[in-house]
């Protein structure tokens, strides 16, 4: 061990408290003063302090009840990965807020608009104050003030088929927050040239679908995108419920395939109907 890693360990182990676990075994945890005490003492970003606590066996309170969903190994690889997403609208809005609350690391999110008044039916960025702002930014605040060990890097931008591969680049996982079916096909193909899971999803009504593309694989929803015309969602509305229904599930199969287990919709798509509350799995 060096005499960094001696004294990051000297240091974590003075600062954890004794506290039970929610199912009542005892553990050792990191209030979020102390992460940022350490950062300080130890010139670390407040990421790299949770992770080499999570490595000595002291959980950052913050992520307690994650546990035991995902294991402190778990929980310290979701800190060191890195998720790129388009679109921080309805679907996107969701992601983040269960992305960096689940702990991800490293967020790379890129959209180009701005908050209008339409999107507060189901933007969860939305509201008062945010409408005219660009998105982007309106999330790297959301972000910050959620989990500041999370860091974010805003792309307030539309990007074109080189924007995808770069904002791709060393990523993880690729998560299809757009809206429409126009831009989607060159996300999937950016996601396939880098060889990293996609996970996409759309809403129109209250119809939901999910999907994990592998690499190499065909989107389903690419699969939808020639034939032009009027997105179903602006003909069929988009209800927060459906929105934030699409969003929980593609957080929890982006959050599965960056702890590093198994994704459950690999070569299939989830389609829920919310008005019947019918749930069925298409596999391709």
Known sequence: MSDTDAAASRAIAAAAHEAAFPDGRPGRFLTAAAVAALGRELSLPLRQVEIAALERGVCPLRY??????????????L???????VGLGGLGGGLLENLVRAGVGVVRAAD??????????RQLLSDGAALGRQKALVAAARAAAVNPSVEFAAWPRFLDAAGMAALLDGADVAVDALGGLV???????AA???GIPLVTGAVAGYTVIVATVAPGAASPVE????????????VLG??????????????????????GRT?????????ADLETMRFDTVTF
């Open 112 to 121: 180009g608009d701005v908050f209008e008044e339409t999107n507060c039916n």
């Open 223 to 234: 699969l939808l995108a020639g034939g032009g015309g009027t997105a179903a969602e602006d």
């Open 263 to 271: 994704p459950a919709l690999a070569g299939k798509a989830l389609v």
């Open 183 to 189: 831009d989607r096909p060159a996300l999937a193909a």
């Open 79 to 85: 800190l060191a990965s890195c998720a790129a997403m």
């Open 192 to 194: 396939r040239a880098r």
């Open 238 to 259: 988009c209800p927060s419920p459906a929105v934030m229904a699409a969003a929980a599930l593609m957080g929890a199969e982006a959050v599965r395939l960056l702890a």
């Open 64 to 77: 307690a009840r994650n546990l035991h969903a995902f294991s402190l190994a778990e929980q310290a690889r």
